[in-house]
């Protein structure tokens, strides 16, 4: 008596991918729940990774092109607790340190006020702040001129402003026309410049720069810096840092206050990390809930085609050739979710585009005066 032996035949790949998608495509409510949970998980992890860190990455390239090197001095407090001032002569006893390249400095003017006009009730101030400013003060700040011309040695004496890019946005002014002015401290002063966002020193941004003859003539300013901007050479900068607060202030070096603006700022994008690992998360948990819905499908899916599963084996199928099968149908169901949530992250990394207003001309767009083309959405 002889015995047949059965050859096991192998499963194509063809055979395979129809075999793996015929479950989603007899049961598409079932599987685009799943798909979609899958879709959400995958969706948020891009887009906490890629858009954080393009963020972070686009934040640190731009304070590396503007320099780590500039440091600040500010008021600090006197032996009895009260503010302290910063003498007259701080800036220039500072510029006698070696490595300093840079001083330049501002006052603030306090108990002043600025209006887009008179007519302007007085309690609509916009926080605005009043600053004396020397005439070097955007290089060495990390801006420069966005219109019009900065403070010189004649404008400096006369009343006359330079707005920061928040001030003049807080007071509807985009551009500089012949004779444009603002009620300053009880006059007109007229405004001869707009600069550009300031991203290490932000307090530029909302302050109405006046030279320091003018302050005093005007304002009756005292004549104090408030806040003194150091820039040294890379290579001496913690040397200067060391050296700063007992040199801009040596009867009381306690009331000079020292910083590196582009320190903070770094620290700030590494504080963002914390909630950027949150947000990783959460969407490590969605793409979790959204895997255990694929596994939950293909348990289901078993008990539910028993007699197919049946049919198989007693046509030569093996044991391997039905796990490989559902294998595959719950890979193909990741895989389109995955593509989804790609696909939809993506649309929305591209950023955001600027507002240009009709008619075209130089607008406020993306932090900043730019000529953007003129678009009616």
């Known amino acids: 008596m002889t015995t047949a032996a059965r050859t096991v035949g192998r499963l194509r790949a063809s055979d395979l991918a129809r075999l793996a998608s015929v479950g989603l495509r007899t049961r598409k409510l079932r599987a685009g729940l799943s798909a979609l949970g899958i879709a959400i998980g995958v969706a948020a992890i891009v887009a906490v990774l890629g858009l954080s860190q393009s963020s972070s990455a686009g934040l640190r390239a731009e304070i590396a092109q503007l320099g780590t090197n500039l440091l600040t001095v500010q008021n600090g407090q006197n032996p009895s607790g009260g503010p302290a001032e910063l003498p007259t002569a701080a800036p220039e006893m500072i510029g006698r340190l070696p490595g300093v390249t840079q001083v330049e400095d501002t006052g603030t003017v306090g108990n002043v006020s600025v209006y ?45 402003a330079v707005l920061g890019a928040g001030a003049a946005q807080l007071l509807g002014i985009d551009r500089i026309w012949p004779g444009e002015r603002i009620w300053l401290g009880g006059r007109w002063f007229y405004v001869a410049g707009i600069l550009k966002p300031a991203v290490l020193t932000p307090i530029i941004d909302a302050s109405v720069l006046v030279g320091f003859p003018a302050a005093h003539t005007y304002l009756s300013f005292d004549g104090h810096p408030s806040t003194i901007y150091v820039k040294a050479a890379t290579s001496q900068v913690t040397t200067v840092d060391n050296l700063l607060a007992a040199q801009a202030n040596p009867e009381n070096p306690a009331g000079a206050q020292v910083s590196l603006p582009s320190a903070a700022l770094t620290a700030q994008a590494d504080a963002q990390g914390a909630f950027d690992t949150l947000f990783l998360g959460l969407g490590a948990v969605a793409l979790l809930v959204g895997a255990v819905g694929v596994a939950n499908i293909m348990v289901i899916s078993v008990l539910e085609r028993r007699s197919e599963i049946g049919l198989r084996r007693a046509l030569g199928a093996t044991r391997g050739h039905i796990r490989v099968q559902f294998l595959s149908e719950a890979i193909l169901l990741a895989l389109a979710g995955g593509a989804a949530g790609v696909a939809e992250c993506g649309q929305y990394a591209g950023g955001v585009p600027g507002v240009a207003a009709a008619g075209g001309g130089d607008v406020w767009c993306a932090g900043e005066f730019q000529d953007c083309d003129a678009q009616v959405s």
């Open 116 to 160: 887009r006009s008179p007519l302007v009730p007085a309690i609509n101030t916009n926080g605005l702040a009043v600053e004396a400013a020397s005439l070097h003060l955007p290089a060495a700040v990390g801006t420069s001129l966005a219109r019009g011309s900065y403070l010189n040695a004649a404008t400096a004496r006369e009343p006359v």
